[in-house]
């Protein structure tokens, strides 16, 4: 049965999104009718929307919970499938593809949500087939994952987030948390767990990105006590930047960075403005790699805890892969 607008009365159970009969053409309209059902008081259990196929979204993406009822995003079996983004213009209030926390040309506002799951593995499965990836333009910039404002309980994993469409001039993302804009709701503790993040779309592909920086009061509206574990992160210029965080667990990642870009400071992880106590645990920096040939404060770190009020604990990490030359400059995915 395909399932229109609005959404049943009683909106619960599996649903099949994108190929032959499927209950949804697309994730958007997937989404758009969690939305409502929410919006109405119609979410009558747990949902999961099964990927069956590859989806190509021309829209850009919300999606809200405030219920006790968890939706899951899942791939309907043991099989590759892909989301691509293609819209290429911003967004009316949230920056991003896939936007947690905003419901997204219903009411265009943050909404409190909670009990988001996004697993790459299919039922019983193990390995990583769920993609998430935009195009080139607006959306590459903002990327393809975003929790806005104020979302708890949701985590991301076994997911491949990722990007490789080459641009020079600007900035990139895959991961983006952060405060609903001129407010201070931000996300409180989500997971971000073992999943693939690639973002060497630019010369500031950056990979996680966690930014307060539109709070009505600084740092009070900072993503906070965010987990970032087990993810093999391959970034242009920074793995993880703490754009104001209050609190991060980052254990057990691996992490790459391929400076591609000259007159520039690279990094494994970055602080800046965050607060609280940020745990730096485990991972392993395997190739940072910078081509800076500018005279100055340049070149690449592996961690550079500064920039805020905060407790930093660095502990059984390993370093290594350090490199200084000019093999990697206009072509990112080389390994170097």
């Known amino acids: 049965m395909v399932i229109g607008t609005p959404a049943p009365a009683e909106f619960k159970g599996a649903y099949t999104v994108g190929g032959e009969g499927a209950d949804f053409a697309s994730l958007y309209a997937a989404c758009d009718s969690v939305n409502k059902a929410v919006i109405a008081g119609n979410l009558a259990g747990d949902i999961e929307l099964l990927i ?13 919970n405030n219920t006790d009822y968890t939706i899951t995003i899942r791939p309907d079996q043991d099989a590759d499938r892909t989301i691509l ?16 926390g905003c419901d997204m040309g219903i009411t265009f506002t943050g909404t409190a949500t909670k009990n988001i799951v996004i697993d790459g593995f299919a039922e019983g499965g193990d390995t990583r087939r769920l993609t998430f990836t935009t195009t080139d333009g607006f959306g590459s910039k903002a990327g393809p994952i975003v ?3 104020d979302v708890t309980n949701s985590i991301i994993k076994n997911c491949i987030v990722t990007n490789t469409i080459y641009h020079s001039s600007t900035s990139a993302y895959a991961i983006t948390l952060r405060n609903e804009k001129n407010t201070d ?5 989500v997971i971000i767990e073992n999943n693939k993040i690639e973002v060497l779309v630019a010369d500031n592909g950056q990979g996680i990105y966690l930014n307060g920086s539109q709070a009505a009061t600084a740092k ?3 993503p906070k006590n965010t987990v970032v574990r087990n993810n093999e992160i391959i970034a242009a210029t920074r793995g993880i930047f703490l754009y104001g965080a209050n609190g991060l667990i980052a254990e057990g990642n691996t992490i790459r960075v391929r400076q591609h870009a000259g007159g520039r400071l690279s990094h494994g992880i970055m602080g800046n403005s965050q607060t609280g106590v940020i745990t730096v645990r485990g991972n392993k920096f395997v190739e940072l790699t910078t081509v800076n040939v500018t005279a100055g404060d340049y070149g690449i770190q592996a961690i550079t805890a500064s920039g805020g009020a905060s407790v930093w604990m660095i502990e059984n990490n390993f370093f290594g892969g350090f490199d200084a030359g000019t093999a990697c400059a206009g072509n990112p995915t080389k390994i170097c």
């Open 52 to 64: 069956a196929a590859d989806l190509v979204e021309p829209k850009n993406i919300g999606l809200i």
């Open 85 to 100: 983004f293609t819209q290429s213009t911003d967004n009316e209030g949230a920056s991003g593809a896939f936007v947690i």
């Open 147 to 149: 929790f806005y404002g």
């Open 185 to 189: 709701k931000c996300p409180v503790g």
């Open 220 to 222: 009070v509206g900072a």
